[in-house]
């Protein structure tokens, strides 16, 4: 069974001030994680929570209606969050599972869900989503059975989910959730709370990554949920951004002072996001990841 906790109690008790910043921001995901068991619920308000599976996060919603989950994570997670919706809404249909993008650490949990409410229950995802599945053997995912052209909107009960598309990014296909009644954001790995990037960004497109985060960013958003991370709000979005703005400017520089990739990967540090999430790890391989990407934009400039 998941832990459960509230999001606005959550919002009231902050881990850490980041003065730098010249504001409040919420930390702590590691501890968080490591004083919980694997799953958790995460309640935003009555209608609308988050299920945590470790690192990695969804979005589900619970209606007059019914119920809708967006990204069912894997067969593990999809097992789990089942059980809790039948304990949490008891006697609801589901309405649709929707897909945010093709990988299979999001949208592999639906075989679960659909064994306890049945297959006919469908399946959203955006039409590139298919065509990026169809050479792939990726049992754990069912194919969705509504192929859709963002943007793409479904009433359930008084909350309106849309999923939009702001161009590639992580990958081609991807959706991003918006809940216009509460102004939440659900954006899945372009867009982390309080992480550095996946590596050295493997099969990104590149400027666009950083330019759907711009995007994003231009929507009224008061609440933000991730495919990665803790809820938080636009703020969240903002210092993310602000994250690879300041690694570009740092690698342009290195590139103009003669560094080469690796030269650049020993020497460029950003000591004031050592607490996020796989910074000692990833942080060096983010580098490398925007190094290429800058040196290439530098070499076709001359």
Do not use: C
């Not at 119920?67 to 789990?80: K, L």
């Not at 330019?211 to 210092?239: C, Q, R, Y």
């Not at 391989?285 to 934009?297: A, D, I, L, P, S």
């Amino acid at each position: 069974m998941a832990h459960h906790r509230h999001f606005l109690a959550r919002m009231f008790h902050l881990h850490s001030v980041f003065v730098a910043f010249g504001f409040l921001l919420l930390t702590g995901i590691t501890s968080a994680q490591e004083e919980s068991d694997r799953f958790e619920i995460i309640k935003i308000n009555d209608q609308i929570y988050v299920h945590r599976d470790n690192w990695h996060t969804n979005l589900f919603l619970i209606t007059d209606e019914g119920i809708v989950v967006v990204d069912p994570i894997n067969p593990e997670a999809g097992e789990n969050l089942a059980q809790e919706l039948e304990r949490m809404a008891p006697g609801k249909k589901l309405l649709a599972i929707v897909y945010s993008h093709y990988h299979s650490d999001h949208a592999g949990g639906a075989r679960p869900l659909l064994d306890v409410y049945g297959d006919d229950v469908p399946i959203v995802a955006n039409k590139r989503t298919a065509e990026l599945l169809a050479d792939k053997n990726w049992t754990s995912i069912v194919p969705a059975t509504k192929l859709i052209d963002p943007p793409w909107s479904m009433q359930a009960g008084n909350l309106t989910l849309e999923m939009r598309h702001v161009g590639p990014n992580h990958s081609s296909d991807m959706l991003i959730a918006w809940i216009p009644e509460v102004k939440l954001v659900y954006v899945v790995d372009f867009i982390s709370n309080e992480s550095v990037g996946y590596r050295d960004l493997p099969g990104v497109w590149l400027p666009q990554y950083w330019e759907s985060i711009d995007k994003v960013l231009e929507w009224p958003i008061e609440i933000a949920t991730f495919g990665h991370g803790m809820p938080g709000n636009k703020k969240s979005i903002e210092i993310h951004a602000e994250y690879w703005r300041k690694l570009r400017a740092a690698v342009r520089d290195g590139i103009a002072d003669g560094l080469n990739e690796d030269e650049a990967v020993e020497t460029i540090r950003m000591p004031e996001y050592k607490d996020w999430r796989a910074y000692e790890e990833w942080f060096p391989m983010n580098v490398r990841g925007v190094y290429r990407h800058e040196k290439e934009v530098a070499e076709a400039a001359q």
